[in-house]
Each structure stands twice: as C-alpha cells, then as structure tokens.
C-alpha cells in the first residue's frame, strides 16, 4: 500500500501550487485521505481532510479560504490546491490515509514534498 505526493516546489509569497495524492495497492476509496505538513522544529499539523463517504472536508484554520481539497470520482488520488501561499506555508507535505475519521492517527503515510514559499 503506497501513497505517493507530486507538486511540490519553490513558489513566491502570493503564488499557488496544486500538490496531488497517488494511491495504490489498497482500496483508497474506502478510506480518509488527509495532507499534514511538518515544518522545521513545528509540530506536524494537519491541513485538511476529506472523508469518503460524503465528502465532508475538514480544513485548518491556517488555511481556511486559501486551500482545497479534491478528490477523483475512484477516490484513488487527493489533490491540495494552495493558493495565496505565505512563507510561514513552507513545509514538508504528507500525504495520509485513515480509517473511521481523519480525526484519528492515519494509517498510512506518504513520503512527503517540499513545499518552499520564498521570494
């Protein structure tokens, strides 16, 4: 079981960025997929959500109005679309999947892409 995230990179402050969530080798449409984000010497915190079965989203208030987040008809890939990026927006961001809620500890993780907002 794999999740594998793509998108990331180095944007200006203002600028947007779409990260995308693979799936493979588990039946992800049964399953929460959610983005955390680890910045350096932070706490890894979670930015949004969405749960399978009726598509509620969850999403921190960081990023509220600025992030969101989709997901294909299968369920097998998650996209994050970020825009209005803040440098305080540079992280390292996970993609994850959970079971019962995006509220509890993911089972899965991905790697991670680097996300940098800089000018």
């Known amino acids: 079981a794999q999740l594998a995230e793509s998108g990331g990179g180095l944007v200006q402050p203002g600028g947007s960025l779409r990260l995308s969530c693979a799936t493979s080798?588990?039946?992800?449409?049964?399953?929460?997929i959610g983005w955390f984000r680890q910045a350096p010497w932070k706490e890894r915190e979670r930015v949004a959500c969405?749960?399978?079965?009726?598509?509620?989203?969850y999403y921190a208030d960081s990023v509220k109005g600025r992030f969101t987040i989709s997901r294909n008809n299968a369920g097998e890939s998650v996209d994050l679309q970020m825009n209005s990026l803040y440098p305080e927006d540079t992280a390292v961001y996970l993609c994850?999947?959970?079971?019962?809620?995006?509220?509890?500890?993911?089972?899965?993780w991905g790697q991670g892409t680097q996300v940098t907002v800089s000018s």
């Open positions: 994850a999947a959970h079971r019962g809620s995006c509220f509890v500890t993911p089972d899965r």
């Open positions: 080798g588990f039946t992800a449409a049964y399953w929460h």
């Open positions: 969405m749960h399978t079965h009726d598509r509620s989203t």
